[in-house]
């Protein structure tokens, strides 16, 4: 059973708003994950994070932001949305055997 | 550095025939490799993964994956296939990074559609 939670699960918005994806995970991982996927393609790492105050950017250019201020928490945030950020964003925890945990992901859709 | 391939992005069966999903990939350092699932409209599951025990891995749902260094593979496999089993498989490599510090980052494939016929 996940203990990992996104929301929103469905977020619609305009050019130019500011938004923040959460996410929060009741395991206790220290690492955490943003991934983008669009619809029947791969996962693009975006961001991830080895513990509070840790953030890295990953292998796909993103024009997003995170923070890690609380082991539980993970937050996404974009500044000025964009209709090229419409996507899939999935979050994930790894647990200490390298098992990933998925929440349900947000569909973003900027119009 | 890292990387995955999955060789078909669609495969078709017929119900009740074998299923072989393809997966090589590419590491600096010992890997662990994982197969995952994603069914429609419904989160990322583990099926099994590979951590340098037993070379044959068997995961839930009667999946199971070999492991062959040789060949840098890890391909999928179940004898029977069930309608059920119609959705998307992610391989998916993790390895530490250089010996300064571990990176762990998952990387993974395109993805496999897997089509089941009645």
């Known amino acids: 059973e996940a203990d990992i939670y996104q929301t929103p699960r469905y977020l619609v918005i305009g050019t130019g708003k500011k938004i923040t994806l959460e996410c929060s995970q009741t395991m206790g991982h220290d690492k955490m994950y943003w991934y983008q996927q669009d619809p029947g393609m791969e996962l693009h790492l975006i961001h991830y994070?080895?513990?509070?105050?840790?953030?890295e950017k990953g292998d796909l250019s993103s024009e997003s932001t995170v923070s890690r201020i609380r082991t539980e928490h993970f937050p996404l945030t974009l500044e000025s949305a964009r209709p090229s950020h419409t996507s899939q964003y999935l979050c994930?925890?790894?647990?200490?055997?390298?098992?990933?945990?998925f929440g349900s992901g947000t569909q973003l859709s900027v119009l | 550095a890292q990387s995955v391939t999955q060789l078909d992005s669609h495969v078709s069966v017929s119900e009740g025939t074998p299923v072989l999903l393809r997966c090589n990939y590419s590491?600096?350092?010992?890997?662990?490799l994982f197969w995952y699932v994603q069914h429609p409209n419904k989160g990322l599951q583990l099926l099994l993964k590979y951590t340098s025990a037993a070379t044959l891995v068997k995961g839930i749902n009667g999946f199971e994956a070999e492991f062959k260094k040789s060949e840098t593979s890890f391909h999928l496999t179940k004898p029977s296939a069930h309608m059920s089993d119609a959705a998307e498989y992610f391989c998916v490599v993790s390895a530490p990074g250089p010996p300064s510090g571990g990176s762990y980052i998952p990387t993974f494939g395109r993805g496999t559609s897997l089509i089941v016929h009645p």
């Open positions: 590491s600096s350092y010992s890997p662990s």
């Open positions: 994070s080895y513990g509070v105050n840790s953030t």
């Open positions: 994930a925890s790894r647990a200490y055997n390298e098992k990933l945990f």
